[in-house]
C-alpha cells in the first residue's frame, strides 16, 4: 500500500479538491487528503497526503506558508481577488513608492486580519462563500495573524478602466490562516485608493517547496512521493530510539521522556526505530513520553513456495 506525501504543483483553475480526486485516481486510494486550501485562481505548492501519511498533514496545516503574489492598487473586487467583480475604481497618481511600503510595513507582524467574506470559513454550519453567492451580507470576525516578511521586489503604473492603477509584486511568508487576498484589499484600503490580488503561486507549506513541486501531468507519468519517513523528519523534531523502545511504542507504551523533554501533542517530535523506520509521534509528559500516533508497520508480503498453490488444506490442488 502506497503511503507518503505528494507534493503537487497546482494549476489554475482547479480546486483543492479537484486535486485530490485526481490523486485518488493516480494512487489508487481513497485515502487522500490536503494539507491547506488554495483558492482556485492560485497556483503552487499543494501538500497531498497518501494513505497512512494523510495522518501527517494535521501537524502540516499549522506551519508558516510563503507567496509570490501580485496586487493591483486603484480597484476593489468584491471576492478581493481577480475573479470577482470590480466595485469600485480610483486613480491611483498620486499614491507614492513611499506611501506603498510604509502601507506594507503597517501589515507585517503580528496583525489582527479579516478574512475575505468569500472565504471557505463557516458561519453556522456553512461556508461562507455560499451564504455571499445566495445574497447575504456576510461579515467574519477579525482572527490574529502574523506576517512574518511582506516583501516588494517590483511596482509598475498601468491603465486600468480608464485610470492610473499600480500593479505591486510581492512575496509573502506568513503563518497558517493568512488570506493574502485580504492583504491586497487592506494595502489598498490603507491607501484610500482599494486593491484586490491579481495573481498568486505559494513557494512553499512548511518544509516543503516548489523545488519538490510536480504537476499532475508529470505526476501521471510518474507518481513521485515522498516517504512517510523523510516527510517527518523534514517536518518535525527527530527522535531516534533503541531496539527496546522501538518495541515499547509500537504496542502504545510510553517510554521515558526526552533530553529537552519539550515536546507536545500539537508539536510532537517524530520517533524512529534504528532501521530508520517511523514508529510513532511522541509527545513529551514530565518524565514520559507518550504516543500520540502510532505508525504500524506495513504488513509482509505473501511468499509463496515454487510450486505451491492457493488449495485449501486436505484438497491436494484440485
Known amino acids: 500500500m502506497l503511503s507518503g506525501l505528494v507534493i503537487v504543483d497546482k494549476p489554475q483553475g482547479w480546486t483543492s479538491h479537484d486535486v485530490v480526486g485526481r490523486m485518488r ?4 486510494t481513497r485515502k487522500v487528503g490536503h ?14 497526503g497518501v494513505n497512512k501519511a494523510t495522518r501527517l498533514l494535521t501537524y ?27 466595485t469600485h475604481t480610483a486613480t491611483t497618481a498620486a499614491v507614492t513608492e513611499e506611501a506603498v511600503r510604509a502601507g506594507v510595513a503597517l501589515l507585517t507582524g503580528p496583525i489582527s486580519q479579516v478574512p475575505s467574506s468569500v472565504s471557505a470559513i463557516k458561519v453556522n454550519g456553512e461556508r461562507a462563500y455560499a451564504r455571499v453567492r445566495a445574497g447575504e451580507d456576510v ?7 502574523t506576517i512574518h516578511s511582506f516583501d516588494i521586489h517590483g511596482m509598475r503604473r498601468i491603465e486600468g478602466a480608464g485610470v492610473e492603477q499600480l500593479e505591486v509584486d510581492v ?24 486593491g484586490h490580488l491579481t495573481a498568486l503561486r505559494r513557494t512553499s507549506v512548511g518544509p516543503y517547496t516548489l523545488a519538490q513541486a510536480r504537476t499532475l501531468e508529470a505526476l501521471a507519468e510518474n507518481l513521485e512521493m515522498l516517504d512517510i519517513a523523510d516527510a517527518a523528519r523534514a517536518l518535525m523534531p527527530v527522535r531516534e530510539l533503541t531496539a527496546a523502545e522501538a518495541v515499547e511504542l509500537s504496542f502504545g507504551r510510553r517510554i521515558a ?15 524512529f526505530a534504528p532501521d530508520g523506520t517511523l514508529v510513532a509521534l511522541l509527545a513529551d509528559a514530565g518524565k514520559y513520553a507518550k504516543p500520540v500516533l502510532v ?24
Open 257 to 271: 521522556s526526552s533530553a529537552d523533554g519539550g515536546h507536545t501533542a500539537d508539536k510532537p517530535a517524530a520517533a
Open 171 to 194: 512575496t509573502v511568508v506568513c503563518s497558517s490562516g493568512t488570506y493574502i487576498r485580504a492583504l491586497a484589499r487592506d494595502l489598498g484600503t490603507g491607501l484610500g485608493v482599494g
Open 60 to 86: 502540516i496545516v499549522g506551519t508558516s506558508k510563503s507567496y509570490d503574489a501580485t496586487i493591483r492598487l486603484g480597484a476593489t473586487s468584491i471576492t478581493d481577488d481577480a475573479e470577482g467583480e470590480i
Open 139 to 145: 461579515q467574519l470576525a477579525a482572527r490574529p495573524v
Open 295 to 318: 505508525f504500524p508497520p506495513d504488513p509482509a508480503p505473501k511468499v509463496t513456495s515454487p510450486g505451491a498453490t492457493d488449495a485449501a488444506p486436505g484438497e491436494g490442488g484440485r
Open 25 to 28: 485516481r493516480l494512487a489508487g
Open 35 to 48: 494539507a491547506g486550501t488554495l483558492d482556485p485562481m492560485a497556483t503552487g505548492v499543494l501538500v497531498v
